[in-house]
């Protein structure tokens, strides 16, 4: 048994039974791997924990580390195909792509079976490869971020494409969930690590502390008559932010209502929220900003109070839902869920673009910052003119990876200094981002670009950036 600290997560891995049915036991390690994967810093660098709720269903929900630039792909099924594929064969949750995904056909798919009482988890898969004509290189029984899995590693041909696929099944409950990893089989390598960083951090989800904990809400106190919904959900979010910050649940606990502390000890809320607390989860910037809400908030006597909505933040999205008892004169909580997402424009703050002088002068700043580095070969200041999204996914080395072309063949674009940009289409907001394209021209080349900006504060940053030459 090996117990290692990945990610800010203790992963055991108990290989009980490693089957390897064709190739070198090194090169199979190699291709999924458990050891050595990444650095807490490069976790916080290169990762987001998503929260997946497909279909809004709480018994379908997890938690998984997914690279903060890789792709959704939406996933659409009505209410009635979604019963229909639950029913007779397995339900997509959700489908991740890598960048290149057009070339290497990476992604990561999560699939659930639902499944009988008492299923054995080794039987099932058993079926499921002889069902689906499988022909395992290798499979292993594990414990990763503990819950037990079977482990599969395999070949499949579509069309003249070769392809290796991952899937780890792991069943909770009613239903067994799917981590399937793939790529072109000559890409696979390459994503080995980030297919494994899915595949051992994947967590089902609880449906918020009344299902974890069992039990319901019972108001019998007194009524409020008034009450600050955004100091309210502020002091919860603070209080919970240092909980997760310090790993020591026990004045969040506290301000807990006395039927949530009948249900729960301060252990289980902190276990409840563990990959908060593994993947470092820093939620203490909603400190200062204001929740948006669903709906507005409404006092039922002697019943609870439930908020619901956002925090917008420049580096993540945190979706609250909130249930709250009088009691003792004052709001206390009686049951929470949290889920954290990429950076979304608030929906209420109407976001124009700036005037055409202001936005001449924005890109003119990108464009001439851009060119000294390089001239210098240094992408530093460059660098430190991006959104703090964007930084926390690159490197000035990688921006200059970028431009490596323009550096090898010598091209100047400080010749653009005092020139104004052409622009191909008015400068627009998309997904709360500044969208500005177009081009210059000079004597011996025309320059093309297109820049996107993400407003942090009052100031646009820069969030993306495609500049090439003719």
Same mark, same amino acid.
């Given at each position: 048994m090996t117990l290692r600290? *990945?990610?800010?997560?203790?992963? +055991?891995?108990?290989?009980?039974?490693? #089957?390897?049915?064709?190739? #070198?036991?090194?090169?199979?390690?190699?291709? *999924?791997?458990?050891? &050595?994967?990444?650095?807490?810093?490069? +976790?916080?660098?290169?990762?987001?924990?998503?929260?997946?709720?497909?279909?809004?269903?709480? &018994?379908?929900?997890?938690? %998984?580390?997914?690279?903060?630039? *890789?792709?959704?792909?939406?996933?659409?099924?009505?209410?009635?195909?979604m019963k229909q594929e639950e029913n007779s064969s397995l339900l997509p949750l959700c489908e991740i792509r890598a960048p290149d995904w057009n070339i290497s056909s990476a992604k990561i798919e999560v699939h659930s079976a639902k499944v009988s009482p008492g299923v054995v988890l080794k039987h099932w898969v058993d079926l499921y490869v002889k069902g689906n004509h499988l022909h395992p290189i290798a499979r292993r029984q594990a414990t990763f971020s503990g819950r037990k899995v079977e482990d599969l590693l395999y070949r499949g041909q579509v069309?003249?494409?070769?392809?290796?696929?991952?899937?780890?099944?792991? =069943?909770?409950?009613?239903?067994?969930?799917?981590?399937? =990893?793939?790529?072109?089989?000559?890409?696979?390598?390459?994503?080995?690590?980030?297919?494994s960083a899915g595949a051992i951090s994947f967590r089902p989800r609880k449906a918020g502390l009344k299902t974890c904990f069992g039990g319901g809400s019972d108001s019998r106190g007194k009524t409020a008559t008034q009450f600050n919904a955004t100091s309210l959900v502020n002091n919860t979010m603070e209080l919970f932010a240092q909980a997760i910050h310090s790993n020591d649940f026990a004045k969040f606990y506290d301000n807990c209502a006395s039927s949530l502390r009948k249900r729960a000890t301060a252990k289980d809320i902190a276990r409840a929220f563990s990959s908060f607390v593994d993947n470092r989860v820093d939620l203490l910037f909603t400190k200062g900003l204001k929740p948006v809400f669903e709906a507005k908030p409404i006092i039922s006597t002697n019943n609870p109070l439930r908020l619901k909505g956002k925090y917008y933040g420049t580096s993540m999205t945190v979706k609250f839902d909130l249930t709250y008892e009088y009691e003792d004169s004052k709001w206390r909580l009686s049951d929470i869920s949290i889920r954290t997402g990429p950076p979304e424009a608030p929906p209420e703050v109407k976001i124009l673009p700036p005037g055409k002088k202001d936005v001449i002068r924005l890109v003119n700043s990108t464009m001439m910052i851009l060119a000294q580095c390089?001239?210098? #070969?240094?992408?530093?200041?460059?660098?430190?003119?991006?959104?703090?999204?964007?930084?926390?996914?690159?490197?000035? &080395?990688?921006?200059?990876?970028?431009?490596?072309?323009? +550096?090898?063949?010598? +091209?100047?674009?400080?010749?653009?200094?005092?020139?104004?940009?052409?622009?191909?289409?008015?400068?627009?907001?998309?997904?709360?981002?500044?969208?500005?394209?177009?081009?210059?021209?000079?004597?011996? %080349?025309?320059?093309?670009?297109k820049l996107s900006y993400w407003m942090e504060g009052k100031n646009w940053r820069l969030m993306g950036i495609d500049v090439h030459t003719r």
């Open positions: 600290k *990945w990610a800010g997560m203790s992963i +055991i891995s108990v290989l009980l039974c490693v #089957n390897v049915f064709a190739g #070198n036991e090194t090169d199979i390690e190699a291709l *999924w791997p458990t050891r &050595d994967l990444f650095s807490p810093q490069q +976790i916080a660098k290169v990762f987001y924990n998503m929260s997946f709720r497909p279909y809004e269903r709480e &018994d379908l929900s997890f938690t %998984m580390l997914i690279p903060k630039d *890789w792709k959704s792909v939406p996933i659409k099924l009505s209410e009635k195909q069309g003249k494409k070769s392809f290796l696929a991952r899937s780890t099944f792991s =069943c909770h409950g009613s239903h067994i969930f799917i981590v399937t =990893c793939s790529s072109l089989g000559q890409r696979f390598m390459k994503y080995a690590k980030v297919f390089i001239n210098k #070969n240094d992408f530093e200041a460059l660098y430190n003119t991006i959104a703090t999204v964007w930084k926390r996914q690159t490197t000035k &080395d990688k921006l200059g990876d970028i431009f490596s072309s323009f +550096i090898e063949k010598n +091209i100047d674009l400080s010749t653009l200094e005092g020139k104004k940009p052409v622009f191909e289409k008015e400068p627009r907001i998309e997904q709360g981002k500044l969208i500005v394209k177009g081009y210059y021209t000079s004597e011996k %080349m025309k320059t093309y670009f």
